[in-house]
C-alpha cells in the first residue's frame, strides 16, 4: 500500500542524547518524484536522513516506506527494502578498486525495476569505466561521489537518498551529476537529496521542502519556489 507516497514521515521528533534536533518532521514523497531538502547548516537535514536510514532512531512519529512503518528497524533491514543512501562524507574502500567497490555494493534486482550492473554504471558514469582497476583512494573527489553513488545503486534502491551531492565539486562535475539525477528519474527511481545549492536543486527536482528549525516550513513545487521565500529561509 502506498497511499501515502514512497516515503512519509509523520510528526518525527529525533534527539541526539537531551538536545532535540527534529520537531514533527512531516513530509510525503511520491513515487517517481525528485525532492530536495532545503535549508541553511544545522536545521536538521542529515539528521532528517539518518532518521529514515535507522542510524538515529526517533523518540516519536512514523517513518512509512511503500506504507509499511520502517522507524526502529536496524540500518541494514531499510536497505534491504530498497532504500540507497548516499552520506555527506561518500565513504568508499580507499584500497579496493573502483570495481570492487562496485562488487561490494551488489544486491538481488528488485521486481519491475531494471537491475543494475556494472555496465549499465558505466553508461551512466563513463568517467568510472577507464578508472575500474585503480583504488578508490586513488581518483578525485567528483569521481569518488559518482563512484559512491554507484555503489549505492548496485543495490537496486527504489528510493535513492543523496546527502549534500554536489558540495565542493568542480562545476563541470556538478553538471554531470545533475544529468545523471535526471537520468535515474526516468529510469524508474524516486531520488531525495539535501542541498544548499539552489541552482542545482531547481535543475533536477520536482519539489522542494524548506526545512528550519528541524521541521518543514514551506513546501512547494520546484518551479513555484519564490525569491522571497528563499530570502528568507536560505540567503546566508
Known amino acids: 500500500m502506498e497511499e501515502n507516497g514512497i516515503l512519509a514521515l509523520e510528526a518525527?521528533?529525533?534527539?541526539?542524547?537531551?538536545?532535540?534536533?527534529?520537531?514533527?518532521?512531516?513530509?510525503?514523497?511520491?513515487?517517481?518524484e525528485a525532492a530536495v531538502l532545503l535549508g541553511r547548516n544545522g536545521v536538521g537535514k542529515s539528521t532528517?536522513?539518518?532518521?529514515?536510514?535507522?542510524?538515529?532512531?526517533?523518540?516519536?512519529g512514523r517513518?512509512?516506506?511503500?506504507?509499511?512503518?520502517?522507524?526502529?528497524?536496524?540500518?541494514?533491514?531499510?536497505?534491504?527494502l530498497g532504500i540507497g543512501y548516499v552520506p555527506e562524507d561518500r565513504?568508499?574502500?580507499?584500497?579496493?578498486?573502483?570495481?570492487?567497490?562496485?562488487?561490494?555494493?551488489?544486491?538481488?534486482?528488485?521486481?519491475?525495476?531494471?537491475?543494475?550492473?556494472?555496465?549499465?554504471?558505466?553508461?551512466?558514469?563513463?568517467?568510472?569505466?577507464?578508472?575500474?582497476?585503480?583504488?578508490?583512494?586513488?581518483?578525485?573527489?567528483?569521481?569518488?561521489q559518482m563512484l559512491t553513488?554507484?555503489?549505492t545503486l548496485m543495490g537496486n534502491p527504489e528510493l535513492l537518498i543523496l546527502d549534500e551531492p554536489s558540495e565542493g565539486l568542480a562545476p563541470v562535475i556538478v553538471d554531470q551529476l545533475a544529468e545523471t539525477i535526471k537520468s535515474l528519474k526516468s529510469s524508474g527511481v524516486t531520488v531525495l537529496l539535501a542541498e544548499q545549492n539552489?541552482?542545482?536543486?531547481?535543475?533536477?527536482?520536482?519539489?522542494?521542502?524548506?526545512?528550519?528549525?528541524?521541521?518543514?516550513?514551506?513546501?512547494?513545487a520546484m518551479n513555484q519556489l519564490s525569491d522571497d521565500v528563499c530570502e528568507m529561509y536560505l540567503a546566508v
Open 12 to 32: 518525527v521528533n529525533t534527539f541526539y542524547g537531551k538536545a532535540q534536533i527534529l520537531f514533527d518532521m512531516s513530509f510525503r514523497l511520491q513515487r517517481g
Open 198 to 220: 539552489l541552482s542545482f536543486s531547481r535543475r533536477v527536482c520536482d519539489k522542494a521542502f524548506i526545512i528550519d528549525h528541524g521541521k518543514v516550513c514551506h513546501e512547494s
Open 63 to 80: 517513518i512509512l516506506f511503500k506504507g509499511t512503518p520502517i522507524q526502529g528497524l536496524p540500518s541494514y533491514k531499510i536497505c534491504a
Open 149 to 151: 553513488i554507484a555503489r
Open 91 to 144: 565513504r568508499i574502500f580507499a584500497g579496493l578498486t573502483v570495481m570492487e567497490n562496485l562488487e561490494v555494493g551488489r544486491r538481488p534486482p528488485r521486481e519491475g525495476l531494471e537491475p543494475w550492473t556494472p555496465e549499465r554504471l558505466f553508461e551512466l558514469f563513463p568517467n568510472l569505466r577507464a578508472l575500474k582497476d585503480r583504488p578508490g583512494g586513488q581518483i578525485s573527489g567528483g569521481e569518488q
Open 48 to 60: 532528517t536522513f539518518k532518521s529514515i536510514m535507522g542510524l538515529v532512531q526517533p523518540k516519536k
